[in-house]
Structure formats: structure tokens, C-alpha cells
T-cell receptor, first 111, second 115 residues
């Protein structure tokens, strides 16, 4: 069965303390892996799309990487405004264009 | 430009009533998606529309759920005879096209509470 698993479920960091979030997937025919950020009471906000193993993308303090089995979202020197739920999703050909989401990682950055 | 908009932002209804949720996609986006986000569960796909093609309804949880898209733009998700388990945030997304791996952009959601 196709699965997307994110870890940890929750992460508390001090401001400036770098860390990584993990998204592992077991799907065949991966067409793309997406990272979204979701703030309370809002819809998911697009961050990155990764298409093939070895690909990396960066935006401000965030960097996403992809291997054949997992993706990492690296957060460098986080700030309190980076606090949010980070969602990973895979786009699978078998499902057409449906995104299959992980449960998310709740990140809290304290000043 | 304007993003995906949804209305209402909040809806409280009584069990057994019908509700309609509206989504306005990003202008020019031909693909439109509905997802549901329940407490303790991740986002789950409900239905998607692509141009004039027949919609993919494979994620709809029961026949009480239906959706339509008029004129290739605005979409309405209808839930008939609402049940308490229908309480969730209903999210709409749109993308430029459903071919390839186009990014889906989400609206703010409608929070539905069934009493």
C-alpha cells in the first residue's frame, strides 16, 4: 500500500537551532514530491516540488532534498515565524493528479 | 493575482441538513481539487475536475457528497443530510493543468461543524 510517513510528529526548537524534518514514502511511479507549510486556520502554502532523486531546492532558511525513499526539509537557523505544520505530499501517476499527504510535522520555534 | 478563494469560511449546521461549499479557483487554472482535513487525520482527496473531462470522484466518502463545476471555473461541493462525522475543514485547490506534475495551490478552507 502506498504510504507517506512524516517524522517527527512534533518538533520544538530554540531560535537558531537547525534541524531536519523527514518524509518517507513507499509509492511506485512517483511523479513529484511536494512540501507545504500550513499555519493554524489557513490552507496549505506551497513551498517546494521535487521530481527526481538527488534534486535539491532552497528558499530562505529552508532546503528540501529528495532520495529514492525519502525527502528531508532542512531548516537552518530557524526563527519563531517558521513555526507551522509542514506537510509532505506525493503525486502519484496511478492516482491521476491526487496528492497523497503525510500527517505533517508540527514545528515550534521558541525565541 | 488573486489566489483560490472559498466561502463561507465557517459553516455550522444541524445534523441532517444539506450544505453547499463554494470554491473560486485561480484565474486560468483548468484543474480544480477538493480535499478534506479532519482532526487527527491528514488531508484526504475527495474529487478533481479537469477541463471538460468527467471528474474523478474516487475519493468521495459516500453518495451524500457531490460536486459540480460550472463553466470550467467555480465549483460547489454539496453534502446532503450532514452527519457529525462530516465535521472537518474542506479545502479546495487549483492547478494550471492536470497534466504533468503541476503545483496545486490551496484556498483557506471552509470549516464545517455539524451539531
Amino acid at each position: 500500500e502506498d504510504q507517506v510517513t512524516q517524522s517527527p510528529e512534533a518538533l520544538r526548537l530554540q531560535e537558531g537551532e537547525s534541524s531536519s524534518l523527514n518524509c518517507s514514502y513507499t509509492v511506485s511511479g512517483l511523479r513529484g514530491l511536494f512540501w507545504y507549510r500550513q499555519d493554524p486556520g489557513k490552507g496549505p502554502e506551497f513551498l517546494f516540488t521535487l521530481y527526481s532523486a538527488g534534486e535539491e531546492k532552497e528558499k530562505e532558511r529552508l532546503k528540501a532534498t529528495l532520495t529514492k525513499k525519502e525527502s528531508f526539509l532542512h531548516i537552518t537557523a530557524p526563527k519563531p515565524e517558521d513555526s507551522a505544520t509542514y506537510l509532505c505530499a506525493v503525486l502519484k501517476g496511478e492516482y491521476g493528479n491526487k496528492l497523497v499527504f503525510g500527517a505533517g510535522t508540527i514545528l515550534r520555534v521558541k525565541s | 493575482g488573486a489566489g483560490v478563494s472559498q466561502s463561507p469560511s465557517n459553516k455550522v449546521t444541524e445534523k441532517g441538513k444539506d450544505v453547499e461549499l463554494r470554491c473560486d479557483p485561480i484565474s486560468g487554472h483548468t484543474a480544480l481539487y477538493w480535499y478534506r482535513q479532519s482532526l487527527g487525520q491528514g488531508l484526504e482527496f475527495l474529487i478533481y475536475f479537469q477541463g471538460n473531462s468527467a471528474p474523478d470522484k474516487s475519493g468521495l466518502p459516500s453518495d451524500r457528497f457531490s460536486a459540480e463545476r460550472t463553466g470550467g471555473s467555480v465549483s460547489t461541493l454539496t453534502i446532503q443530510r450532514t452527519q457529525q462525522e462530516d465535521s472537518a475543514v474542506y479545502l479546495c485547490a487549483s492547478s494550471l493543468a492536470a497534466s504533468g506534475s503541476d503545483t496545486q495551490y490551496f484556498g483557506p478552507g471552509t470549516r464545517l461543524t455539524v451539531l
